[in-house]
């Protein structure tokens, strides 16, 4: 998939929703696989975020692409 840059992160008032905007190189005609690739990877980057956030609960991560 290659790199991405993420844009911004939208987290609902009880933290247990957060929608991640990204962009990447290779452009909106690949964006759909680039979500799905994230999305494969949120358990991942969920555990991540657990070690280094003192939250009681990590939000969900969706992934939506960012075109601006």
């Known amino acids: 998939m290659g790199p991405v840059t993420i844009t ?3 987290v ?4 247990s929703h957060a929608k991640v905007f990204f962009s ?4 909106s005609e690949h964006a759909t696989e680039a979500v799905e ?3 494969h990877t949120a358990g991942y980057l969920r555990r991540e975020l657990s070690r280094r956030l003192k939250l009681y609960s990590v939000p969900q991560l969706h992934f939506v692409y960012d075109d601006s």
């Open 8 to 10: 911004g992160v939208e």
């Open 12 to 15: 609902s008032p009880d933290l």
């Open 24 to 27: 990447h190189f290779a452009g």
């Open 37 to 39: 690739a994230l999305q």
